[in-house]
C-alpha cells in the first residue's frame, strides 16, 4: 500500500496516476509493494528530522527510511516539497520534472540503489530517467 501525507497543505494532482507509476517502478525492479508512506513537508520539517535521526545539519530534497523485508518494500519517504521547487528552477526543469524524480529516488533507494559514491550516483541517476520515462497520463 502507498500511502500520500503531508505535512505542508501540498497535495499530489493526478494522485492516481502516481500511484500505479510508483508500483510500475518496484514492479520493473522485481520488487513487492509493501507499506510505502511518502510525506510531503517543508524545508525546516525535514532539516528536523535530518538533524535529529542522520545528525546531518544540512537542508536536503529527501530523506528514506527503509524497511524493506526482502523484496517487499516497506518504508518512510519525506520530500521537502520547497527543495524541490528550488531544485527545479536550479536544474532549469518543472516542479512536475523534479517531483518525479524525487519520488523514484526514494523508492529506488527501497530497491537496493544507492548514491554515496559517484559510481552509485551516475547508476541512481540513469535508474531514475529510465523511471521517470515510464510515467504517463492518460487523457
Not at 525492479?29 to 525535514?46: A, H
Request: proline letters at 1%.
Amino acid at each position: 500500500m502507498i500511502n500520500f501525507f503531508s505535512e505542508n497543505n501540498f497535495s499530489l494532482d493526478n494522485e492516481e496516476h502516481y500511484l500505479k507509476w510508483i508500483q510500475e517502478i518496484i514492479s520493473s525492479e522485481n520488487k513487492k509493494e509493501g507499506e510505502i508512506n511518502y510525506i510531503f513537508c517543508d524545508d525546516d520539517y525535514l532539516h528536523e528530522i535530518n538533524v535529529k535521526y542522520l545528525n546531518h545539519d544540512d537542508y536536503t530534497d529527501i530523506i528514506s527510511f527503509d524497511n524493506a523485508v526482502g523484496n517487499i518494500l516497506h518504508g518512510d519517504i519525506f520530500i521537502s516539497t520547497e527543495r524541490v521547487t528550488e531544485n527545479a528552477v536550479k536544474y532549469k526543469v518543472t516542479f512536475q520534472e523534479e517531483l518525479k524524480r524525487v519520488l523514484a529516488h526514494g523508492v529506488l533507494h527501497f530497491c537496493g540503489y544507492k548514491d554515496k559514491t559517484p559510481e552509485d550516483s551516475a547508476l541512481m541517476r540513469s535508474k531514475e530517467d529510465e523511471k521517470i520515462k515510464m510515467f504517463h497520463v492518460e487523457q
